[in-house]
């Protein structure tokens, strides 16, 4: 039986088991540490990512992929959406981890830390968006937001008819119901409509009948920037979503850690039903 650690998941997401955590003290310490060794490492690498990617080349021909595993979903691309005030370098190795399998079109977007409304960077992500699609030929995408990122996607996605073009949304440590700790909070407007009760917050509980995109959402139980943790959580009754609980780790490695991004690639390629429930070999379905 192969056992991810640090992941806790519900029962909708076959082939991804659990693990119990360590006791809270321990953890949070634990957690901690590795959060600055993160954060270290994240501010070595920020200056590589300040700029925007080159843009994806049209499609070609399609060519041998030698060694690397494909999947159903391979050809679809991926588009990565950092958090506020960051850049596309904090996703370099889970962007390593999903091409190393096989996914073909990995984009990242860039946008300004001067932005002052969300919705006008998930206006910029429906766009980016667009482009991606026309370039690789593909209808659909997965988007992959770290926590502000994965509430533009969100909006872009609920409220501006993205689910269209949004197969799954993977949201890590990304503040749903609006997180009571923010940086910064009552300085930048954009972080002001991150707190619970914002006018952008309530617009997101609206009906959003028809939705098509799956979200998974990854929250952590030591994610000291979501308060409360759970505030993590999609919680819609509209809306397809799982919630993972991901447990002995922070804010800062929730895209970093290699068993998390083990979850997201899984998750990426689960099947569009809610009802599958075989596990992929070599793995056992959570029950």
């Not at 954060?39 to 399609?62: C, K, S």
């Amino acid at each position: 039986m192969k056992v991810l650690p640090f992941l806790s998941l519900p029962p909708r997401l076959p082939g991804l088991p659990s693990l119990p955590g360590p006791g809270l003290s321990t953890a949070l310490l634990g957690a901690t540490l590795l959060e600055l060794v993160v954060l270290t490492g994240h501010l070595a690498a920020y200056p590589f990512g300040l700029t925007q990617e080159r843009r994806l080349p049209r499609p070609r021909p399609e060519a041998p992929t030698g060694p690397l595993p494909r999947s159903p979903g391979a050809d679809r691309p991926v588009v990565l959406l950092h958090g506020f005030i960051d850049n596309r370098s904090v996703f370099v190795l889970l962007r390593r981890s999903l091409a190393r399998h096989g996914r073909r079109h990995l984009a990242s977007l860039n946008y300004s830390p001067l932005t002052r409304d969300l919705r006008t960077a998930a206006e910029l992500l429906g766009r980016h968006v667009e482009e991606v699609c026309a370039r690789t030929g593909q209808r659909e995408v997965d988007i992959v937001g770290h926590s502000l990122g994965g509430l533009i996607a969100r909006y872009y996605v609920q409220r501006l008819g993205g689910d269209h073009r949004v197969r799954t949304l993977v949201t890590l440590g990304t503040p749903h119901g609006g997180t009571a700790v923010a940086p910064g909070a009552g300085v930048h407007p954009i972080v002001r409509q991150m707190r619970g009760g914002s006018t952008l917050i309530e617009e997101l509980r609206r009906p959003a009948p028809g939705c098509r995109t799956r979200f998974v959402s990854f929250w952590s139980e030591l994610d000291q920037v979501m308060v409360p943790v759970e505030t993590a959580c999609v919680d819609h009754p509209d809306l397809d979503a799982v919630n993972v609980r991901v447990t002995g780790i922070g804010h800062l490695a929730l895209p970093v850690h290699p068993a998390v991004a083990t979850a997201v690639r899984e998750a990426l390629e689960s099947p569009e039903t809610r009802e599958t429930t075989a596990a992929p070999s070599g793995t056992t379905s959570a029950a």
